[in-house]
């Protein structure tokens, strides 16, 4: 099946949105993909042009179906129920030794945890043996390679922040082998059984690469924990990012510790003041923690006139790069007005804000870029080359505009947090909002996203609310207070793990990895329709794994080290107004 003349520019037009929105996108596991096909990819291509699967109903439109054939899209009619006749354009394009990429769990969706996967790849890749030993649709044998499976895992740091990052792990690949006896065998209900099996591996290998939390109150925990041990974004490697990240969501789905109980749920307090409050932890790094995160430290919060001069600094600083970024800045404030007002369309589903932000602002560009190019043109057109020297400034200033715009998106958010923590500061008392009123409703004012995505069937979708909004300044005061509360416990909960040394729960991956225990009742994981077992890891090597990795923990716990304090209640002390 022949990739039409649209299929690169499109290509190319897609790697340059998604760069465009992410700031970092790594790659691992490339070697694990085979540098011939043929080859269903669980989602992202590795240099290999791909066939995806596109229902059958866009190409109704003539226009449209052309365009998409062109680009090397099969067609799929979800509706046929004879698999031959289904992936006739998938095996015709394996059969060439092509690519397909799959989208395995079968919608976009938010969910703190990966859903469950669609049968179709396997389908596609067991049935695709059948069409080579020939059957009456495809008249005879064909001839060609059996197909493998390579999983991919894709973990974002923020899905839906602009200019985040990500990670991309291609996992071994999964060959025919173990599957195509059963599959092919004449016994009811074989075929299924090696579908499911099949579809368990795929499923297990991707759960291996991404980052999965078993309900949103621990997913973010996790991350209120990464972010206030990993101080800046980038200080933890993206190589790390999600076995630290898995550890963490593992770490707090430990029911059976209090300490750990008690600080999940201090997380998740403040990460609601947060978003409430419309900050950041990031941009709170200018307001000094303890080095190490010392329990005992004493710790002043911010009094009115260190936020003046925060937002001095942060101002000046802003003011200082302004000159340097202004005319990138004009030329695309409309592409981050639209993109911020696509997001807003779909403020339920994290993942569609994302896409909404590149779709939107990519249409945008389509306008904004050619506008500058015959700006620039009526300017030099007297000129002998004034088309070719316009089009050479219009480039210099997209490359522009991606080497300044992360300092400058940065100094931006540290501004608009400063004003808000001197506005916070310097209200009066009687104006801040009460907590435990906060806490009391505090799903109105930063509820989780609905669950809409793998839901048991006859299950409706949760329906979305939006937000209450409150004003910033009355939560700073708690956020400030809550961030020290949380950073000092999670020292304390971390260095009693390393002291005591009592199991807490991970991932059987991780545990084996780790030297951990595995449930060996639940450890038969060809049973597809029974959970994954669940291992433990001792703290103490948890806590050193973390440390390894970048924590700012301080060194190991010894009888000089802080953590040997009795573990006494510590001093918050807040500055004289």
């Known amino acids: 099946m022949p990739f039409g003349a649209s299929h690169k520019p499109l290509v190319l037009l897609a790697h340059s949105a998604i760069t465009s929105f992410f700031r970092s996108i790594e790659v691992f596991g490339s070697e694990n993909v085979p540098t011939e096909g043929p080859i269903i990819f669980n989602t992202i291509p590795h240099g290999h042009l791909l066939h995806y699967w596109v229902k059958d109903s866009l190409f109704k439109n003539p226009a449209v179906g052309a365009m998409l054939y062109n680009a090397g899209n099969i067609a799929v009619d979800r509706k046929n129920k004879d698999n031959q006749k289904l992936f006739r354009g998938t095996f015709e394009a394996l059969a060439l030794g092509e690519s397909i990429g799959v989208f395995p769990e079968g919608t976009s969706h938010t969910e703190p945890h990966m859903i469950p996967l669609k049968d179709g ?27 493998v499976v390579v999983p991919v ?32 065998s004449e016994e009811e209900g074989a075929s299924r059984i090696a579908v499911k099996r099949l579809t368990r591996r795929i499923d297990l290998e991707m759960w291996k690469h991404t980052v999965n939390a078993p309900d949103w109150d621990t997913a973010f925990a996790a991350q209120m924990a990464r972010e206030l041990l990993w101080e800046k974004e980038s200080d933890l490697a993206l190589a790390n990012f999600v076995e630290v990240s898995q550890s963490l969501a593992d770490l ?16 998740v307090t403040y ?3 947060l978003v409430s409050s419309r900050l950041s932890n990031a941009s709170l790094t200018d307001i000094p923690l303890p080095q190490t995160l010392d329990p005992n430290a004493k710790v002043s919060l911010p009094n009115r006139f260190s936020t003046l001069w925060l937002l001095i600094k942060d101002s000046l600083a802003a003011f200082i790069r302004l000159p340097v970024f202004f005319v990138p800045l004009i030329f695309h404030l409309p592409v981050y007005f639209v993109g911020t007002l696509g997001a807003r369309l779909v403020e339920d589903e994290l993942e569609t804000q994302a896409q909404m932000k590149i779709a939107f602002g990519l249409l945008l560009s389509f306008l904004t870029y050619p506008v500058m190019f015959f700006t620039f043109w009526a300017v030099f057109r007297q000129l002998p080359l004034g088309a070719a020297i316009a089009a050479g400034v219009v480039w210099l200033l997209g490359r522009y505009h991606a080497a300044l715009i992360d300092e400058n998106y940065e100094g931006m958010k540290r501004l608009v947090a400063a004003w808000r923590l001197l506005i916070g500061v310097w209200t009066p008392r009687r104006f801040e909002y009460s907590l435990s009123s906060f806490l009391a409703s505090s799903n109105n004012y930063a509820p989780n996203p609905p669950k809409i995505a793998g839901l048991p069937p006859q299950t409706p979708p949760e329906k979305y609310t939006k937000p209450k909004r409150l004003p910033s300044r009355v939560l700073v005061r708690h956020v400030l207070r809550t961030r020290v509360e949380a950073a000092r416990q999670l020292a304390r909960v971390l260095f009693e793990l390393e002291d005591k040394d009592p199991q807490v729960s991970a991932s059987f991956w991780l545990a ?16 597809w329709d029974e959970p994954f077992p669940r291992g433990v890891r001792s703290g103490r090597e948890v806590v050193g794994f973390l440390r390894s990795k970048g924590a700012r923990l301080g060194g190991a716990k010894d009888a000089g080290h802080w953590a040997a304090s009795s573990g006494a209640e510590t001093e918050l002390t807040e500055a004289e107004e």
Not at 252 to 267: A, C, P, Q, V
């Open 271 to 273: 990460r609601q003041l």
């Open 121 to 147: 790849t396997s389908w596609a890749a067991l049935e695709y043996i059948r069409y080579l030993l020939g059957t009456e649709e495809n008249k005879g044998a064909k001839k060609g390679k059996r197909a």
């Open 252 to 267: 707090f789905s430990t029911t059976s510790n209090e300490s750990i109980s008690s600080l999940k749920s201090l997380l």
């Open 153 to 184: 895992g894709l973990a974002y740091v923020d899905k839906a922040k602009y200019r985040s990052r990500v990670v991309v792990y291609y996992g071994e690949p999964i060959t025919m082998d173990e599957y195509a006896e059963q599959f092919l």
């Open 512 to 527: 084996t990895k780790y030297g951990g225990e595995v449930d060996r009742e639940r450890e038969a994981l060809d049973q």
